[in-house]
């Protein structure tokens, strides 16, 4: 477990550093001078130079390079040519909004998917089945954007139930967390009803069931539990979803979170911010794709890792 | 000590961690903004609040580094320019006595404090602070955006260039109520440029205080109407009256800028009640001016702009006017702006605005005509010509720029256009690498100077990638800008117009364009002079039974 532990941070950390350089040198390579966004164009050229040369824009690229990963490195990842704040600051700011929408977000898919999967599963032929499914089939196709505005129309805009949007209202995240949260839900549910179906047939289900244990004891204890392997790995990825597809939904529903946060800095030509902004999604996605790795390995005892395996 | 972690011992571990952190992350502050108890709801209904939904361009609210109409807009109640132009476009003092005026030099020009101006830190607006804001406007460190509207100032290019770090030349002060302005060369605009957003003066101490956070959150106090109670740069911006006001007390008791990046989405808050006012954004005006719900709350008005084709007159495609001329020609205005822009906006006859002095009332419409057209190239020698347009992917420019290129296909002319992001636009623009090019100029005041000096005199030209070099129109332009009597620089500027666009065809004049906006029937003297929404004329009407009590 260790060597596992050791060997998938090290590759984590690798895969990491590769994105941090990709992006910057991509970035330094695409055209559109952040200077000159920044100053407008009425700015004088000697301005443009002395604003270039103050923010070490005349460097080596490689320099810059170096620079700026030494500050990351010290949890500096520079300051906004446009908003003149820290970026771990204004990504600290937008990631309590994101957080709270995806956490939400997720817990909602999670719950709501895994009990439709399992209902389903257990309820396997019947109408519950047949209807439960047909809601996740119709729950996968809808695209989130549609969902959400569907919602402000009728729980906002007609109902008045719930705000339109912002964040300071109370409730304020109900109708985005669900926006957000039921394509996620869907897939779940129909990867949990999957996986339980197969499970739900094994013979030690049947023997379980002879000891005269409870239905659901032997479900839940038994079934749910064989069967999560799979649920943890779309249950996993979808983490990493969640935390950083949320754009459109913030966007509808006037959320500052980290997406709005990438749009404006990349239309800014805001370098620091949008290195910040990534470096953040591929924290989390390198994290959560360890998490759910290491998670195989903890949830099942059949699964062996490195030398392990062959034991 | 990690190869005695049991499985279950790491799943207990992990399922505490994860369980703290969703708590964590869903938790967060109450922000229960809007849960006040019956008392303060009877509060709020007392009150004149203002909702006013716009998007944040996040670049915060110090205009010598911003040049945004929606930063301006809440800047400008906060912090006062010497003068200010009205929604009317007139232009009228906030801090100073009178307008002033030049002396018989027209370079002199002495201005005069009214009494009992104070900042909203209780500090009394000297001359020392007007001469401290143009000088940090100035200083390389600044970045300010918008100096090429000063830089007559005496002094104001040595700062500039780094040779200097003061204008002592360019502004003198008598006493504290009284100081004097020093151009270097004649500039009758400099006056009407006191009356912007970027010749707002700042409070030497609190300004320097804050350092490069000025203008951000709420480190940004001035003389102006409303105080900034909260800004948290991201969601909204709540202000409260200035009730020391030197002119008496503001009518609104809260004033709240709140942020949509979504136009539907504010639309939809508009409707709600979210908000009661906001501009309307140009893709939406047709849905909502047939919206039953918004139909009548929308307000369409006159801009001071004009939507043109830049062309770049130093290609070796476009060096000849007659192939300018034919390239006008060839297009049909009414069709682009009643197909593209929901008919928002005026056919153009020139440059200037029927708003500006200096437009020609008796100049014929441009005209459409495309066996004109393809005679006029043919008179030029020009065949399979071709062209390319570079202009931003933002807004209409690319839709209008493809309804120009079936226009032009008619007369033979081929037209590649490439949509590319402001960085990409803005770089090659400044190289002089775009050859065709659309956009819109909206001047923040009724004069042509801005209009059209920064395009067509000899020394800005270039910096448009327009390089148009004409020396008797330069002639005029700069006459013009001397000029102390207003009817004779109206009529160098109806001359100039004639030049640059009815014979030369410099740029490609297409409509005056018009904006939109939604109000609710309570806000009173909902206006919009020139894309800016200024709140300091602005009031609620609390009696009206659309006015919100449970907000």
Known sequence: ?311 | MIENISRRGFVKAAGTVGAAAMLAACGGKSDNAGSGDAASTEETAAKKVLYFGQNNPKEGLDMQKSTNSGESAIADSVVESPLRWTEDNVLVTTFLSEIPTFEADGLTLPCEIKEGVMFHDGTPLTSADVKYSFERMFTPATAAKSTYMYDVLAGAAEMLAGEKDNLDDGITIEDDRHFTFHLATPMVTFVNNLGISYAHIFPKDACEKAGDQWGLGANFIGTGKYKIQSNDDTTEVVMVKNADYYDGEPALDELHYVFYDDPSTKMNAFIAGEIDWCDLDASLLEEYSNNPDTADKVVLYDTLGVMFIALNNASENLKDAKVRQALSMAIDRESILTNIMGGAGKVASGWLCPMTPGWDESAPDLPYDVAGAKKLLEEAGVTNLSLKCETRSSGSYVDIMTAVQGMWKEIGVTLDVQGVDAGIWSEDRTAGNIEVDCLGWFPLYADADNHMYTYFANTSSDTKSVFYHNDEANELLNSARAELDAAKRADLYKQADDIIIRRDMACIPLYWPKRSFVAQPYVVNAKCGNLIYHMIDVDVDPTHPDYPTDR
């Open chain 1, 1 to 311: 477990m260790r060597d596992f532990l050791i060997k998938r941070t090290l590759e984590a950390l690798a895969v990491i550093f590769a994105i941090a350089a990709i992006t910057f040198f991509v970035l330094n390579i695409v055209p559109g001078d952040p200077v000159r966004v920044m100053l407008g164009e009425m700015a004088d050229e000697a301005t443009v130079q002395q604003v270039r040369h103050s923010m070490g824009l005349d460097k080596p690229v490689i320099e810059q390079f170096g620079t700026w990963l030494m500050n990351m490195l010290h949890g500096d990842f520079g300051t906004s040519y446009t908003q003149r704040k820290p970026v771990m600051d204004l990504l600290l700011n937008s990631l309590q909004y994101t957080a709270r929408l995806a956490g939400w977000a997720y817990l909602f898919a999670l719950v709501l998917g895994l009990v439709i999967g399992v209902l389903a599963a257990v309820h396997h032929n019947t109408w519950i089945d047949r209807t439960l499914m047909a809601i996740s089939v119709a729950g996968i196709s809808a695209p989130a954007f549609w969902v959400a505005v569907i919602l402000q129309i009728i729980f906002a805009l007609n109902l008045k139930w719930f705000p339109l949007a912002g964040v300071k209202k109370p409730m304020a995240f109900f109708l985005p967390t669900i926006a957000l949260g039921v394509r996620y839900a869907a897939s779940i549910a129909r990867v949990t009803r999957t996986s339980m179906l197969e499970v739900l047939n094994q013979d030690y289900m049947r023997t379980a069931e002879a000891k005269g244990l409870a239905r659901w004891t032997v479900i839940l204890g038994h079934g749910f539990r064989n069967a999560l392997i799979p649920i943890i790995t779309i249950a996993g990825t979808q983490l990493g979803d969640i935390f950083t597809g949320s754009i459109l939904i913030e966007t509808i529903f006037n959320i500052p979170g980290i997406g709005s946060m990438l749009v404006t800095a990349i239309n800014q030509r805001d370098l620091p911010l949008i290195e910040g902004g990534v470096m953040y999604i591929a924290v989390i996605c390198v994290v959560v794709y360890l998490l759910v790795d290491i998670l195989y390995a903890v949830v099942d005892p059949r699964i062996r890792l490195g030398g392990e395996a062959s034991e």
